[in-house]
């Protein structure tokens, strides 16, 4: 009975390994540009083995500076959110979380509205917007330790997240309505609404350092998560100190969800969905799921990043498809959820 | 081991939920703490295990003050029972009760094969062994608060802090958990429970603390402690405790209280 239960665990894993891995390559093949199985193959035997792959140059650079970026930040994009969702989720003890949760998404997206509005290059709309999102959290956190009583942590911090996010929301909009309708306006709009058309190779190291910094110590500590999911002071009475847990948590989460959406905008529902849907795959144990709800929403996004960039002839934004699919999802898991949810 | 309460007052900040309490115990002592709602019984839980700090007064364990002791060190002392609550993930049994085991992990690590064995022995010594692969959200309360004590079991403490951990279970249940008791306390575990069934006290308890409603706390032997005069004041209910002899001819006690039927 044991014994079955471990293996057909390990079968999921591996089936979720394959599916991302046939995720990626499949992603490489979709385009205007024909990248055959034949040609991929040629070039990732090229880079292994230094076997040279005689291909035309226009494979090269679809390869390694359009598809390739795109197809590694796409999985990397899904990854991370997932990942921090998951993180954030067993924080606040509740499955219906988001890493927006604390103003994470808002302040991105305020600071990237600034860095546009001021004309700033990619790179520095990409800063702005990471530490927006890091001090958008900063000051939820704060407001509720200053106002919070030990008990009610978690409720406090929900609702001054609920504020910072209206308040960047309010900021977002204010820059919206003082900016040239022109040629700002639609430069911050688009942003705004998520997509990754514009990713180049070094996006890649922005998404990559924040995210390994991040992720090093969800790991390490993700079998703690766990413990919790049960009342604080059931987890100290367990020897877990759930104060230094749960800020180590929120920091590493934060930075994973500030990095990412400075590089793709807001992609929304990815971090609140993906998260519970592995759940339902492989069980609660963040031990497991952690890696797993990576995976799972690496593939993911993949996918919706390819139906975006090649459903019509004009790109359609990322974060309007995550929404189209998660928002009935959502609706979905409420009919089917239990009443602790909520 | 040893936890030395002397002269405490607990509460919130200021505000006082007892009066002074002085208690001890020591291995393998079970020690009963009754009293109506409201009289501060769970505050006093909190704040021996250094979650309250004192208003006055102070708590020991072995020696130490209670809040200067490290969490972990204390978890591996002190594992505390709690009424079973809602969990918003549908963890499976034998994750919840390898849980316990978190005090004895180094600060990365995952719990081993090893623990997870030791964790099936302490299910199968409460009769929970079946239970291993359900989903603990969707058990019965009862068998949760069984997984609950399994866990704490898992932390191989010296103390074992119950707050009404029979309040939930049916009658053999109920059975089970106080003869679990008794048996820990053969192996030397110290006991703490909040209840609010006195002949649970009778059953299983070497030492009462009574909680009474105008904050005053009696602690003493179960003898001492639970006369019928004492009990009928701190309830305000007319009890009776009638005596009876067991199988093997032994005494034992219990309390009931007088209600007026129709005659």
Redesign the interface.
């Known amino acids: 009975?044991?014994e079955t239960?471990t293996n057909s665990l390990r079968i999921k894993i591996l089936l979720l390994l394959a599916l991302a891995i046939i995720a990626i390559l499949l992603s490489f093949f979709l385009g205007r540009y024909a990248l055959t199985p034949y040609k991929i193959f040629a070039l990732l035997y090229e880079q292994l083995f230094d076997v040279p792959a005689n291909l035309e140059a226009n494979a090269y650079i679809v390869f390694y500076k359009i598809r390739g970026p795109r197809v590694c930040a796409a999985f990397l994009i899904g990854a991370g959110l997932s990942l921090s969702g998951s993180a954030y989720q067993g924080v606040f003890?509740?499955?219906m979380v988001s890493p927006d949760i604390l103003g994470a998404t808002a302040g991105a997206g305020m600071g990237a509205a600034i860095g546009l509005l001021f004309s700033l290059n990619l790179a520095g709309v990409q800063a702005l917007s990471f530490v927006f999102g890091i001090i958008a959290v900063a000051f939820t956190c704060g407001i509720a330790s200053a106002v919070g009583k030990r008990g009610n942590m978690i409720l406090t911090l929900v609702l001054v997240g609920m504020v910072i996010s209206a308040l960047f929301q309010a900021g977002i909009s204010l820059i919206k309505y003082v900016a040239d309708p022109y040629s700002k306006l639609p430069a911050i709009t688009f942003w705004l609404m998520g997509s990754l058309s514009s990713i180049k190779a070094n996006d890649l190291l922005i998404i990559i350092i924040p995210m390994a910094i991040g992720a090093v110590p969800l790991f390490?500590?993700?079998?703690?998560i766990?413990?919790l999911?049960?009342?604080d002071?059931?987890a100290?009475?367990?020897?877990?100190?759930t104060t230094r847990i749960r800020r180590i948590i929120i920091i590493c989460a934060t930075m994973i969800t500030a990095s990412v959406v400075s590089v793709s905008g807001i992609i929304g529902w990815v971090g609140l969905i993906i998260p519970h849907l592995t759940?339902v795959i492989v069980?609660?144990?963040y031990?497991i799921l952690l890696p797993c709800s990576m995976l799972v929403g690496g593939t993911y996004l993949l996918l919706v990043d390819d139906v975006a960039r090649s459903l019509m002839a004009m790109e359609i934004p990322l974060g309007i498809l995550t929404a189209i699919i998660g928002g009935p999802f959502f609706i979905y898991l409420l009919y089917r959820g239990?009443s602790?949810?909520l | 081991m040893s936890l030395n309460v002397t002269d405490l007052i607990c509460g919130y900040g200021e505000k006082k939920a007892t009066g002074s309490i002085s208690l001890d115990v020591s291995a393998g002592e079970v020690v009963c703490i009754l009293g109506p709602n409201g009289a501060g019984k769970t505050t006093f839980f909190?704040t021996i295990?250094g979650?309250l700090k004192p208003i006055t007064g102070q708590v020991t364990y072995n020696g130490k003050k209670i809040h200067e002791w490290d969490?972990?060190?204390?978890?591996?002392q002190?594992?505390?029972v709690?009424q079973a609550?809602?969990?918003?993930?549908?963890?499976?049994v034998k994750?919840v009760v390898v849980?316990?085991r978190?005090?004895h992990l180094g600060?990365?690590?995952?719990?081993s094969k090893h623990d997870y064995a030791k964790c099936d022995l302490i299910m199968e010594k409460l009769g929970i062994l079946h239970l291993k692969?359900k989903i603990y959200?969707q058990i019965s309360g009862g068998e949760r608060q069984l997984v609950l004590i399994a866990?704490s079991l898992a932390?191989e403490p010296k103390l074992l802090l119950m707050d009404e951990a029979t309040s939930n279970l049916d009658f053999k249940n109920t059975v089970r958990v106080l003869q679990q008791i008794i048996n820990m306390s053969s192996e030397n575990i110290g006991v703490i429970m909040i209840t609010h069934f006195p002949e649970h006290a009778f059953l299983c308890a070497d030492k009462a603390a009574l909680f009474r409603h105008d904050k005053t706390v009696a602690f003493g032997d179960i003898n001492e402690i639970m006369t019928e005069e004492i009990l009928t004041d701190a309830y305000g209910v007319t009890v009776k405790i009638p005596e009876l002899a067991g199988f093997n001819g032994e005494r034992i006690r219990t309390c009931i209280p007088m209600i007026a039927r129709k005659s």
Request: overall charge positive; some cysteine.
């Open positions: 009975m044991k239960k003890r509740n499955p390490l500590l993700r079998w703690k766990n413990l999911s049960f009342s002071e059931e100290e009475s367990m020897g877990v100190n759940r069980g609660p144990d031990k239990r602790e949810w | 909190k295990q979650f969490r972990k060190k204390l978890a591996q002190i594992a505390y709690p609550q809602s969990q918003p993930f549908p963890f499976c994750e849980m316990g978190a005090a600060k990365f690590s995952t719990p692969e959200t866990r932390q």
